[in-house]
């Protein structure tokens, strides 16, 4: 079993819509996870982190479920301009403190 | 504002040129990593750094050498570049947090 597991989508959904991603993972004792965004051809960028109590980010949350080992991100009234791939970091213990990213779970919206 | 710059954003090589890619960060981090991505695999880590003077290997080192004389730069060296190199590469500088912050990426063809 990969470390770090995304369902690489694409997710197709209209505007508006509510969508859900999943990431689970394997022997992470981390305190906080992360979501990034991709954008076509260009490069990640942080879009929230995740933490024991979970994170609300106006229409993005996003939740981690330790017992079950998966972090979530929810979308609320999709835009356009929410099309992208979503990345899950799980940061794991080490003399690095080594991060673990996803392959992505891309997502497209349209009208 | 610039952050982590990487240069250059495109480059062909033919197998077995060498070249270097250059990436500097402006935010005084000492963590530094290059990492590849490719399609279904994720980012996927080369090698990192956690301060000047100081370099290891990631998950998938082989072909790749790394340097980091100062704080700010991280340069990346194909000792002999082969087609599996072809990639978009990545260069990231990250806070105490596990914030990562990425450079814009090169896009390498090497045929």
């Known amino acids: 079993r990969k470390e770090v597991e995304q369902d690489p989508g694409p997710f197709n959904v209209p505007e508006g819509a509510t969508v859900a991603f999943n990431c689970t993972y394997s022997?992470?004792?981390?305190?906080?996870f992360f979501w990034y965004r991709q954008d076509c051809r260009k490069e990640p960028k942080l879009l929230m982190s995740?933490?024991?109590s979970g994170n609300e980010d106006g229409r993005f949350t996003a939740q981690l479920n330790r017992a079950s080992q998966y972090i979530s991100l929810l979308i609320r009234d999709s835009k356009l301009s929410d099309s992208a791939t979503y990345l899950c970091?799980?940061?794991?213990?080490?003399?690095?403190?080594?991060?673990?990213f996803g392959a992505g779970t891309r997502l497209a919206v349209h009208p | 504002n610039a952050g982590v710059t990487q240069t250059p954003k495109f480059q062909v090589l033919k197998t077995g040129q060498s070249m270097t890619l250059q990436c500097a960060q402006d935010?005084?981090?000492?963590?530094m990593s290059w990492y590849r991505q490719d399609p279904g695999m994720g980012l996927r880590l080369i090698h990192y750094?956690?301060?000047?003077?100081?370099?290891d290997q990631g998950e998938v080192p082989n072909g790749y050498n790394v340097s980091r004389s100062t704080t700010e730069d991280f340069p990346l060296r194909l000792l002999s570049a082969a087609p599996s190199q072809t990639s978009v590469y990545f260069c990231?500088?990250?806070?105490?947090?596990?914030?990562?912050?990425f450079g814009a990426g090169t896009r390498l063809s090497v045929l």
């Open positions: 995740v933490y024991s």
């Open positions: 990231a500088s990250r806070t105490g947090e596990n914030i990562q912050y």
């Open positions: 022997n992470s004792a981390s305190q906080s």
């Open positions: 935010m005084n981090h000492e963590y």
């Open positions: 970091v799980v940061p794991f213990s080490g003399g690095y403190n080594k991060l673990i």
């Open positions: 750094s956690v301060g000047a003077g100081i370099t």
